[in-house]
């Protein structure tokens, strides 16, 4: 142990005398070590954006899909269905589930009432989806008890209701024969351009007060039929569960649902595709990219050590016929460049830990990260690791060099 010491306090002297030589070489080696620590960052962040942006699409993993498909012509909608929906939440305690039901509502607007496009969901798609409003919020379960409906909707939505932002706390009318008054609390942005207005609302309070031929009921009674009520349907359910549980409670569900919906085709799906193949691909890229620019700076560092040993010539054949054995010489000569790239690769990970936590991760990834990932302990590692491995590679030549050189031609060098 004395002997390790011994030989790291040497190499730390040796350094401080040939501190220029050494620094030139180290500024490229804590770039290095740099790049490679940020990139591998960068890859645990890109990592987590494909993630979120591939959730606020399908759903968390693992989110079941279930739908249901008619039968017949003149099938009816199972009576049964959101009251075995809550068993299922019950039975299988499942906690986040949404019901999600398109369909179609009156809305007043500045130029009029118009058919408008209403997808009828619960609170938890919020979460399951990721969905972050622009202005505003999404539903809480506070918004169920309510005493009257609450809305969000997109930006095209807002538009033509001719607002901008939700300062004046703007209300609109929905239905038509028996209207009702509903408030919009958040903003979506809109899917795609030139997009069609659209309204989420709660389902409970959708058939609560709208009623599922979208012209508007009463609290506790039932609004007037209109003509051209849209065919019979079944609001899809999504519900987050256990990954390894996913393919036993998707089969129980779906057999569960299907004794609800005589006439109906119960259909259960899963979001549990493979996403491996794009982080690996993302991993091996970031691999590459630290690898070379290691490379360019464990170059230059070598060149400086074969440089310095050709100088020490003498210095060495000195040592030896004084008794430094030619292992003492050639780890001496190999920790001197080991322990300056350490010394340069907690400079390169402090420099990628500052860099990191100040990137405008919106410009750079096309959007926010919601759930954004702590500064991985393994990028910091790995920087480390690469550049004791530069510093024992840059090392290598120029020490087996010293331990050849014989004490009498040393001296007379």
């Given at each position: 142990m004395t002997g390790v010491v011994g030989a790291i306090v040497e190499a730390w002297g040796e350094l401080r005398i040939h501190k220029l030589r050494v620094l030139l070489a180290l500024i490229g080696v804590a770039c290095a070590v740099t790049a490679i620590t940020g990139v591998t960052a960068l890859v645990s962040m890109l990592n987590q954006s494909f993630k979120e942006q591939t959730e606020r699409q399908s759903g968390r993993v693992v989110t079941l899909n279930v739908n249901a498909w008619s039968m017949g012509e003149n099938a009816t909608p199972p009576t049964g269905w959101d009251a075995e929906f809550e068993r299922v939440l019950e039975r299988y305690d499942i906690t986040y589930a949404s019901r999600n039901e398109w369909t179609q509502a009156m809305i007043r607007y500045p130029d009029g009432t118009r058919t408008t496009q209403v997808q009828a969901v619960d609170a938890d798609l919020g979460t399951i989806n990721r969905i972050v409003p622009e202005q505003g919020r999404w539903f809480t379960d506070a918004d169920e008890e309510a005493m009257a409906p609450t809305l969000v909707v997109n930006e095209a939505f807002l538009e033509a209701q001719g607002l901008s932002d939700l300062s004046s706390h703007p209300t609109v009318q929905l239905g038509d024969r028996a209207p009702v008054r509903a408030a919009v609390v958040g903003v979506l942005r809109d899917e795609w351009a030139d997009a069609e207005p659209v309204a989420y609302v709660l389902y409970d309070q959708f058939h609560r007060w709208i009623g599922p031929d979208g012209s508007g009921m009463q609290s506790g009674g039932s609004g007037p039929a209109v003509q051209g009520p849209m065919s019979a349907q079944v609001p899809s359910m999504y519900l987050w569960v256990p990954t390894e549980l996913s393919t036993d409670l998707g089969d129980q569900i779906k057999r569960d649902m299907q004794a609800v919906a005589p006439g109906w085709q119960v259909d259960v799906q899963d979001n549990n595709y493979n996403t491996g193949g794009?982080?690996?691909?993302?991993?091996?890229?970031?691999?590459?990219?630290?690898?070379?620019?290691?490379?360019?700076?464990?170059?230059?560092?070598?060149?400086?050590?074969?440089?310095?040993?050709r100088y020490r010539i003498r210095e060495i054949g000195i040592r030896r016929s004084f008794g430094a054995t030619s292992g003492r010489v050639f780890f001496g000569v190999m920790l001197e460049s080991v322990v300056a790239t350490v010394v340069a690769g907690l400079v390169g990970v402090v420099l990628a830990v500052a860099i990191i936590k100040n990137i405008p991760v919106e410009r750079v990834f096309g959007g926010g990260i919601q759930d954004m990932p702590p500064f991985p302990v393994s990028a910091a590692l790995v920087g480390m690791a690469a550049a004791v491995c530069v510093g024992a590679l840059a090392g290598l030549i120029p020490a087996i060099v010293a331990v050849r050189v014989k004490v009498i031609d040393a001296i007379r060098y």
């Amino acid at each position: 142990m004395t002997g390790v010491v011994g030989a790291i306090v040497e190499a730390w002297g040796e350094l401080r005398i040939h501190k220029l030589r050494v620094l030139l070489a180290l500024i490229g080696v804590a770039c290095a070590v740099t790049a490679i620590t940020g990139v591998t960052a960068l890859v645990s962040m890109l990592n987590q954006s494909f993630k979120e942006q591939t959730e606020r699409q399908s759903g968390r993993v693992v989110t079941l899909n279930v739908n249901a498909w008619s039968m017949g012509e003149n099938a009816t909608p199972p009576t049964g269905w959101d009251a075995e929906f809550e068993r299922v939440l019950e039975r299988y305690d499942i906690t986040y589930a949404s019901r999600n039901e398109w369909t179609q509502a009156m809305i007043r607007y500045p130029d009029g009432t118009r058919t408008t496009q209403v997808q009828a969901v619960d609170a938890d798609l919020g979460t399951i989806n990721r969905i972050v409003p622009e202005q505003g919020r999404w539903f809480t379960d506070a918004d169920e008890e309510a005493m009257a409906p609450t809305l969000v909707v997109n930006e095209a939505f807002l538009e033509a209701q001719g607002l901008s932002d939700l300062s004046s706390h703007p209300t609109v009318q929905l239905g038509d024969r028996a209207p009702v008054r509903a408030a919009v609390v958040g903003v979506l942005r809109d899917e795609w351009a030139d997009a069609e207005p659209v309204a989420y609302v709660l389902y409970d309070q959708f058939h609560r007060w709208i009623g599922p031929d979208g012209s508007g009921m009463q609290s506790g009674g039932s609004g007037p039929a209109v003509q051209g009520p849209m065919s019979a349907q079944v609001p899809s359910m999504y519900l987050w569960v256990p990954t390894e549980l996913s393919t036993d409670l998707g089969d129980q569900i779906k057999r569960d649902m299907q004794a609800v919906a005589p006439g109906w085709q119960v259909d259960v799906q899963d979001n549990n595709y493979n996403t491996g193949g794009l982080d690996r691909a993302t991993k091996w890229v970031g691999i590459g990219v630290g690898a070379f620019a290691l490379l360019l700076g464990g170059l230059g560092l070598v060149n400086i050590a074969l440089v310095t040993v050709r100088y020490r010539i003498r210095e060495i054949g000195i040592r030896r016929s004084f008794g430094a054995t030619s292992g003492r010489v050639f780890f001496g000569v190999m920790l001197e460049s080991v322990v300056a790239t350490v010394v340069a690769g907690l400079v390169g990970v402090v420099l990628a830990v500052a860099i990191i936590k100040n990137i405008p991760v919106e410009r750079v990834f096309g959007g926010g990260i919601q759930d954004m990932p702590p500064f991985p302990v393994s990028a910091a590692l790995v920087g480390m690791a690469a550049a004791v491995c530069v510093g024992a590679l840059a090392g290598l030549i120029p020490a087996i060099v010293a331990v050849r050189v014989k004490v009498i031609d040393a001296i007379r060098y």
